[in-house]
């Protein structure tokens, strides 16, 4: 090979690389290691989590527990979809460009909305991204945002706003819910969009429609942040007049992984087709008439359009999405409706038993689907503690993002949760409430001061 | 060609799993709710819920597997063939990482778990930030960004902000007339002007251009390096001082960092940010199209301003190991760029990529691909695409090159295009074409290191026998693909007129 090149060393061809610039040590990295080592050393950092198998979650907070099929797993890790590059030569990429075009059908249809996009990288970003697409409809540069959309998307939004130029107002809750008199306040003429999300972060079904009149009577966006899984029961955003739907896209078909990979879903009116960030599979036909699928409207793209692009995106998620499309076709139409239906009857269940508990109480009484928030009347932090050592994780405290719910807890239900796990909560509940108030009277009735906080 | 010789898979017409839906067919069975049930208009008002269910397809398991595996044979892939796809970095994918990935310590581990109870993964993160910033050569390290892209928004708002600390308010940004277009896409979401910079006739920056776009306004200089040309421009440490004798700061694309792993660092060669796509150099699979990730690395004067959370090591004062936080309280961080930490699963099998070479095997990647993009170059340039498809700049490449295929249309009709067609019938996945758009008619050539000699000649003669037969025949690679499941597709069409979901 050197001698078709023409050169006496592989080092002769980094010489193009000037001499001050050449590392001349080794990298300070350990040596190479054999598969079998390589496993034994990824095990062992892997057995030192409490994972979902060992604990049993009722965490969510945007990502959540579910069961993921074992057809996703065979039919995403088939080399034809693992292995293959974003498909820019369509002749050899149809089935990832049809399973494009299906998916977007289907978020299409969860959402009631008729433009879906192939998928962006994840929830939060996706809600900065609809900020990107609002401000160049509109022309406008502010945001009103509910203090009920996750506490992540706010903070992304905040920090791509610093970037795009944009204003960000915050409106708080009351009773679980967006405050309609303070949003129909807060929503002005320059207004560029009203962020919703429903189930909100507490758990709480807003009313979307009657709380996106506000944007409506600007000329705001409505942008409705989602939960793919509350909506085989919940009116479709696009019924509740959202202008764009989109959401964290884990709970279909994606696993847990400690917070990614999984896929951002994004669907809008068609008036916002040519805006739209990311990926789009079209329908077209080839030279003969067949049936073929390619990227549409790429002219929106950066890798065409450059500065002028309606985003950045170049890597999404195709996989993630792939494995969504997977889970929903195996979940079929009456399955999805039955899931929604579960969840919503054994949230109820859970949320009830909880509150029967002696030192809970709900954070709040608005209608829930698959979570609910609480408040403990014991530190949280030491309650989840005592609840770990009887292998339960028993929800997301909600003190760092929330201090004025320095005692709340959002609590998730998933269809693995049983309704004996279930009871078992309430009890390590109880136990562990009881334990602390216990452990606060001999101290005194001094309040203990809270460990360190949690992720 | 005719209908008349369609292949099995072209008479096998697109069927969308929604075309084969049959109402009461299902796959999944759900466990009953087993709790005392109420009427769902009790638990949430009417007026919020839906009143049909969404019409997703309704197909029983053995119908949905042949369906996805019959689209996955309509898929090209990396594990069926040769992939030369420029700036993609398409290497082999371990299987050992996935089989890692999906061990349930690190799969169903929530994201919200405590940290004192996901150590494992707080310490994995931590072991792959320090891999990387040796590799960089910059000192500290976010795993946040989900994408190369995603790793240049967090450079220029992190550029932005460290003006801002500084009390300077900056407006553009230059990128060479080279840049990926994600370059420029970035610099208007982060509300900065772009500003190119022409390319001189080594293939590199073209310094008098610099020197005269450079001055106080400039927030940053974008710089891929080596650049899409696949050459390393040799005048960077210039570059890196004119930047930042006018207070910019320098952001490396690390799209092309396979080339150099072990062999030189974008931290030596001046850059303060960095973004490493670990689905190209590091293996992550690229799941047709995602997912990736694009960690950034940082010089010490940028730190501060890093996404929040991060990683940290605390050292044990009682005699026991280390621990591993996330800490939130950084105030002068850009804030958040997307949800919890990170794309964790993609961390896991970079991680053990790098376990898996090492300090010696990731060097030796780095020389093996470039010996394989040099080997390539000089096979081709033997042969008829010497003349016909001539390389761009013509010098020793790094670990991928750029081919112009002008000669190639004016003298025998063929665009740049007809070849990548035709070359799908000949079994290969065509390189990237029509980039960089300094180059008339491009084709950029990356064959990485996991190809072997084998490959590598096929490949060379494929496009050989292209070319002949287009002497020959100029309409044969015109009309080409012929074997694809389908042919050449009307994109015209599909955006003028877009059909983007099926009517159900």
């Keep these: 090979m050197l001698d078709a090149i023409g050169v006496d060393s592989v080092a002769e061809l980094f010489e193009q690389i000037p001499a001050p610039l050449r590392l001349d040590r080794p990298l300070a990295l350990p040596d190479g290691l054999g598969e079998a080592e390589v496993y034994e050393r990824l095990s062992a950092l892997a057995s030192r989590n409490a994972d979902a198998e060992e604990q049993v979650c009722f965490v969510g907070a945007g990502m959540y527990d579910h069961y993921v099929p074992a057809i996703v797993d ?76 996750h506490p992540h998307s706010r903070e992304t939004l905040a920090t791509y706003s610093q970037g795009y130029g944009a204003e960000l107002v915050e409106v708080g809750l009351e009773g679980g819910l967006t405050d309609a008199a303070a949003l129909a306040a807060a929503v002005d003429d320059e ?108 002219t929106r793209e950066q890798h065409i359009r450059r500065e002028k692009a309606t985003n950045n995106i170049c890597t999404a998620q195709a996989l993630n999405a792939l494995g969504a499309m997977v889970h929903l076709a195996w979940l079929g139409r009456q399955g999805f409706r039955e899931l929604g239906e579960l969840l919503a009857q054994r949230t109820a269940y859970a949320r009830e038993r909880l509150a029967a508990v002696e030192g809970v109480e709900l954070l709040h009484e608005a209608p829930v689907v698959r979570e609910f928030a609480v408040r403990l009347a014991a530190p949280v932090s030491s309650v989840l503690d005592r609840c770990a050592e009887r292998g339960i994780a028993a929800g997301y405290p909600l003190a760092r993002e929330y201090p004025e719910h320095e005692d709340g807890l959002l609590v998730a239900i998933t269809e693995r949760r049983s309704r004996a796990q279930i009871d078992e909560l309430a009890e390590a509940l109880a136990a562990a409430i009881a334990a602390e108030r216990g452990a606060l009277r001999s101290d005194g009735g001094q309040k203990t001061p809270q460990p360190g906080g949690v992720g | 060609m005719t209908l008349a010789t369609e292949t099995p898979m072209q008479r096998e017409r697109a069927r969308t799993i929604y075309e084969k839906s049959k109402p009461g067919r299902r796959a999944a069975a759900l466990p009953g709710a087993g709790v ?13 819920l839906r009143s049909e269910p969404p019409r997703l397809p309704e197909i029983a398991e053995p119908e949905i597997v042949r369906h996805y595996n019959r689209l996955s044979r309509r898929n090209f892939d990396l594990d069926s063939g040769f992939y030369p796809l420029g700036s993609c970095t398409m290497k082999h994918n371990p299987r050992l990482n996935e089989r890692v990935a999906a061990l349930p310590g690190h799969a169903r581990l929530h994201p919200a778990q405590d940290p004192r109870r996901a150590q494992g993964a707080l310490e994995l993160m931590w072991l792959l930030q320090g891999s990387l910033a040796e590799i960089c050569g910059l000192p500290h390290v976010s795993l946040q960004p989900s994408a190369g892209s ?25 990128a060479p007339d080279t840049s990926h277009g994600t370059n420029p896409a970035s610099v208007t979401m982060v509300g900065y002007e772009v500003v190119k910079v022409a390319t001189n006739e080594r293939g590199g920056v073209e310094m008098d251009d610099l020197r005269a776009k450079v001055d106080d306004k400039v927030a940053c200089l974008m710089l891929t390096n080596p650049n ?127 376990l898996s070479l090492g300090a010696d095997g990731l060097a030796e990647a780095s020389e093996t691909a470039v010996l394989n993009a040099n080997y ?129």
Excluded: W
């Design chain 2, 36 to 48: 005392p049930e109420r009427p769902l208009e009790e638990l949430i008002p009417a007026k919020l």
């Design chain 2, 376 to 504: 390539l170059k000089a096979r081709l340039a033997a042969g008829r695409a010497g003349k016909r498809l001539p390389v761009a700049f013509d010098r020793h490449c790094m670990h991928e090159f750029v081919l112009s295929g002008k000669p190639m249309k004016k003298e025998l009709g063929l665009a740049t295009l007809d070849l990548a067609k035709r070359l799908l019938d000949f079994g290969f996945h065509p390189p990237t074409v029509y980039f960089p758009l300094l180059v008339e008619e491009a084709l950029m050539i990356e064959p990485t290191e996991t190809e072997t000699k084998e490959s590598l000649d096929a490949f060379a003669d494929a496009v050989e026998q292209i070319l002949a037969e287009a002497e020959q025949d100029p309409d044969l690679a015109k009309s080409a693909p012929y074997t694809t499941p389908v042919r050449r597709l009307d994109e015209v069409k599909a955006t003028r007129r877009p059909v983007v979901r099926q009517s159900l």
């Design chain 1, 74 to 149: 065979a039919i995403t890790q088939r080399s034809e979809f693992l292995t293959p590059y974003t498909p820019y030569q369509p002749e050899i990429s149809q089935g990832g460009l049809q399973v494009m075009f299906e998916f977007q059908t289907a978020m299409s249809e969860l959402t009631g909305l008729p433009v879906s996009n192939a998928g962006l990288y994840e929830g939060p970003s996706s809600v900065a991204s609809a900020g990107y697409l609002a401000m160049g409809a509109t022309k406008r540069r502010r945001f009103v945002a509910s203090r009920g959309l």
């Design chain 2, 150 to 174: 995603h790793g240049e928004l967090a450079g220029l708002l992190l550029t932005r902000a460290y003006h801002a600390d500084r009390g300077e308010t900056r407006t553009k940004v230059l």
């Design chain 2, 228 to 354: 899409t040309l696949g050459l390393f421009d040799e005048n960077i440490a210039e570059i890196a001082g004119l930047i930042h004798a006018a207070g910019g700061t320098l952001y490396y694309d690390g799209a092309n960092l396979n080339a150099v792993m072990g062999h030189s660092r974008p931290g030596d060669m001046g850059f303060d940010i960095v973004h490493v796509n670990l689905h190209k150099s590091f293996s992550q699979p690229h799941g047709g199209g995602g997912p990736g990730a694009g960690p950034i690395a940082v010089s010490d004067r940028i730190e501060p301003f890093l996404p929040r959370p991060q990683v940290v090591r605390r050292e044990s004062d009682n005699g026991g190991g280390p621990t591993y936080d996330l800490d939130h309280d950084r105030p002068r961080s850009i804030g958040r760029l997307r949800g919890f930490q990170g794309n964790f699963g993609v961390f896991v099998r970079s991680y053990a990529y790098i």
């Design chain 1, 191 to 298: 207004t560029a969009a009203v962020f919703l999300q429903s189930p909100n972060f507490l758990g709480a079904v807003e009313d979307v429609e009657a709380l996106g009149l506000a944007a409506r009577e600007h000329g705001a966006l409505l942008v409705v942040a989602c939960d793919p899984m509350t909506l085989g029961i919940l009116k479709p955003p696009g019924e509740c007049g959202a202008d764009i739907a989109l959401g964290e896209g884990q709970p279909l078909g994606n696993r847990l992984d400690f917070g990614g990979p999984s896929f951002g879903f994004f669907c809008a009116t068609g008036e916002q087709i040519r805006r739209m960030p990311g990926r789009i599979a079209g329908e077209t036909e080839d030279v003969d008439g067949r049936r073929g699928f390619v990227l549409a409207l790429q």
